[in-house]
């Protein structure tokens, strides 16, 4: 086991910090990002402070809100040549929004979660806001992360959820039996139904998308309102879904053109 220094954990503080706040783009106080990061409210003070001294993140001191700061967009238009999205990803999720009417995303994988990347709006009315660019889930957890988790080796999937205490805090319906149901599920059908687990009325559905070795690295995903998926409606957003994904996978798995 490899050795953890100060230096590493506070490395690990700050990364913890800076995703509870990307999370949040109208905002979020430090109590509560205190309350997701398991830090003491001193400390996660501490942090803020000094992430503002060096301009990576931004206080709004008369809304007492905290914001990622003006640094960390110049190191993502630095990085952007590096991890852009992709063409491909966002003719996807436009599509999809234009052909069902929901919302739709482009998530990536990170390790043992998913990140929203991208988001497209669709054109009915009433509309979910479970995910929004920037938010992380646990893998199992919302459409996106069950799909990537339902297709990874038996294997990976156990030792990950020997490990994940993803009932803690995303509910009992993220237990590992009824996990294992949706997993399997989601291997029958090729695509994964997220029941309004994480937010009542709430629905998703998504797909993975695989990359050049055939691993799920990517997903898509639609969210919206109970009615709008009902049983007899969810095969045809599955199947437009899957039909993207697998069009999605073959286009981020060729390679890029040579420029000249």
Not at 8 to 19: D, G, I, P, W
Not at 51 to 75: K, M, N, S
Request: proline share 7%.
């Amino acid at each position: 086991m490899a050795e953890h220094t100060p230096g590493a954990q506070l490395v690990s503080r700050v990364s913890r910090v800076l995703k509870t706040v990307a999370e949040y783009p109208d905002g979020v106080t430090a109590a509560a990002v205190s309350h997701a990061t398991g830090l003491t409210r001193p400390t996660t003070h501490r942090l803020l402070a000094s992430l503002a001294a060096e301009g990576l993140v931004d206080h709004d001191t008369a809304r007492g809100r905290w914001f990622l700061g003006p640094e960390l967009y110049l190191l993502g238009t630095l990085a952007a040549g590096r991890y852009d999205i992709p063409q491909a990803a966002r003719d996807s999720v436009r599509r999809l929004a234009q052909q069902t009417g929901e919302s739709a995303f482009f998530s990536a994988r990170r390790g043992t979660e998913t990140v929203c990347l991208l988001r497209e709006e669709g054109s009915f009315p009433v509309r979910s806001f479970v995910l929004h660019e920037g938010v992380r889930f646990p893998l199992g957890v919302a459409s996106a992360g069950l799909a990537i988790l339902s297709f990874l080796p038996a294997g990976e999937v156990s030792d990950y959820l020997a490990t994940a205490d993803l009932p803690r805090r995303w509910g009992a319906g993220h237990a590992t039996p009824a996990l294992l149901e949706r997993v399997a599920a989601t291997r029958e059908t090729g695509y994964a139904v997220n029941p309004a687990l994480i937010l009542e009325g709430s629905w998703g559905m998504g797909a993975a998308v695989f990359d050049a070795a055939g691993r799920p690295a990517w997903a898509l995903s639609l969210t919206g309102i109970e009615p709008r998926f009902r049983p007899d409606r969810r095969p045809e957003l599955g199947r437009l879904l899957l039909d993207e994904a697998h069009r999605l996978g073959a286009a981020l798995a060729s390679p890029a053109p040579r420029r000249h």
